[in-house]
């Protein structure tokens, strides 16, 4: 393999000796597919060590998540110091929870502080190691490397449920993803179905532009206040975690919780057996960090409802018998990663759904030099872990494999003084 390497090196270009007729790029340093946050985290912890990489994105322009499929009043939920990327902090005059268009901002400069240059419009197909390398095809060229770390996200495409009735709705029905403001909703009744962060801040919206939202409420749902005690609820409760065992943090956060919020129960949010902590740890179900939605829902503007049973013209059907008129159907149901569609491989990653085996924090190896960054659940913190983590490993290999090439090319070169 060593000496298909070297060939491969001194080559530069691998061409017609592929079966494919698309044209071949080799690519000395790893190949990594998704332009996102966790795409150039890795290229930059990469970069810092001196190693080159090539990124492959299927959009016109970096962080495409933030920049085409979300809100315009979307912010970071979490305090931006646990946001940040590896080795670059956000500028000190940004508010602690930055805009999607400060974080954009931020994304543009790091790329540029990396000089990290992504082949944009390249969305990859296919991926497959061939016994001595990763070849990774687009529409267009097919790239050949040794390395592939895959960071198309855990979001990588939208989830949209089958409603009984959807064609017979004839209103708009879109997800979130495709959702910008509520302006163009004034005065629309909305359903909004799922009650996760993206669904409570979208009916929020929804109110704060005079439209009249109903938020379908499936299942229980943790609502912490974003802050309690003066601190980011999120990082009060990273802070006890060093100190406590996660129930009793699971405790704390729900007395304060009660203490802020009062019931949610009371208002059709029933909480789930498990404390928010372990249930994220067990199913990766965030929590919502209220951002004022719960005292709209209070105060009537929102109003709650059960699961729809089915959907007639303009109108759905709950499973408790209710029915209700709608203008517009809003689909708050979440992302899924697309790994299984294109990465022929079935070690590492999940059939199911798209996201490493292995639990967190060992999700991010694979074998023969396959990695993801960004599919540990724990959003932009696990990513920054992961791209570390990468980073050095692939630096080990890489200077292991520069030692055995500069000792192969040392006793060529003494043979030939030798002959
Ligand atoms: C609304 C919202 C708010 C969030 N807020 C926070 C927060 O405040 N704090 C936090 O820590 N986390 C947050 N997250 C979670 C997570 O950190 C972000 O989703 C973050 O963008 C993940 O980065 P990523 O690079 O892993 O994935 P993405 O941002 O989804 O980037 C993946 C990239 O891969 C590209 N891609 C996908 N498939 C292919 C393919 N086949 N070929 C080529 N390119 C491909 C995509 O176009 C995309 O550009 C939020 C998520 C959402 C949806």
């Known amino acids: 393999m060593m000496d298909n390497y070297l060939r491969e090196i001194q080559g530069k270009a691998v061409h017609d000796q592929f079966k494919s007729s698309k044209r071949c790029v080799w690519v000395p340093g790893p190949v990594i597919v998704g332009a996102g946050p966790s795409g150039l985290a890795a290229a930059a912890c990469l970069k810092e060590k001196g190693l080159p990489s090539l990124i492959l994105e299927r959009s016109n322009c970096i962080a495409s998540l933030w920049q085409l499929q979300t809100y315009d009043r979307l912010k970071l939920h979490l305090p931006k110091n646990f946001c940040e990327l590896p080795l670059m902090p956000f500028p000190v005059n940004f508010p602690t929870y930055p805009s999607k268009q400060q974080f954009v901002e931020y994304l543009e400069e790091y790329a540029?502080?990396?000089?990290?240059?992504?082949?944009?419009?390249?969305?990859?197909?296919?991926?497959?190691?061939?016994?001595?390398?990763?070849?990774?095809s687009t529409e267009e060229a097919e790239y050949v490397c040794r390395w592939?770390?895959?960071?198309?996200g855990e979001n990588a495409e939208a989830v949209v449920p089958e409603i009984e009735g959807v064609q017979e709705f004839g209103g708009e029905v879109v997800h979130t993803s495709g959702y910008k403001s509520g302006g163009v909703y004034k005065g629309k009744r909305v359903l909004v179905v799922g009650c996760g962060n993206s669904g409570m801040e979208v009916c929020l919206d929804l109110c704060n532009h005079n439209a009249k939202p109903y938020l379908v409420v499936r299942d229980t749902v943790h609502i912490l206040p974003r802050e309690m005690l003066g601190k980011s609820t999120f990082g009060l409760s990273m802070w006890l975690l060093k100190w406590l065992p996660i129930r009793l943090v699971d405790q704390i956060l729900l007395v304060v919780s009660r203490l802020i919020l009062g019931d949610t129960g009371q208002y059709g949010l029933e909480r789930p057996q498990l404390g928010p902590l372990e249930l994220k740890n067990v199913s990766g179900k965030t929590p919502v960090l209220d951002v004022g939605t719960l005292d709209k829902i209070k105060s009537g503007d929102i109003k709650v409802c059960p699961g729809i049973r089915r959907l007639r013209h303009q109108s759905a059907e709950f499973v408790d018998?209710?029915?209700?008129?709608?203008?517009?159907?809003?689909?708050?149901?979440?992302?899924?990663?697309?790994?299984?569609?294109?990465?022929?491989?079935?070690?590492?990653?999940?059939?199911?759904?798209?996201?490493?085996?292995?639990?967190?924090?060992?999700?991010?190896?694979g074998e023969k030099g396959l990695y993801a960054v960004g599919f540990t659940k724990r959003g932009l913190l696990g990513a920054s872990m992961d791209a570390k983590n990468i980073a050095d490993d692939i630096e080990s290999c890489w200077k292991a494999e520069a030692k055995h090439l500069s000792s192969i090319s040392w006793t060529s070169q003494s043979l030939q003084r030798n002959i």
Do not use: C, H, Q
Not at 116 to 136: C, K, T
Not at 148 to 152: G, P
């Open 148 to 152: 592939l770390v895959v960071a198309t």
């Open 321 to 365: 018998g209710r029915t209700e008129n709608f203008d517009s159907i809003i689909l708050a149901t979440g992302y899924k990663s697309n790994v299984p569609s294109w990465l022929k491989e079935s070690e590492m990653f999940s059939e199911k759904d798209g996201l490493p085996k292995m639990p967190f924090p060992n999700g991010w190896k």
């Open 112 to 136: 540029r502080k990396f000089e990290i240059r992504p082949v944009f419009g390249e969305r990859v197909v296919r991926a497959e190691f061939d016994g001595s390398f990763w070849r990774v």
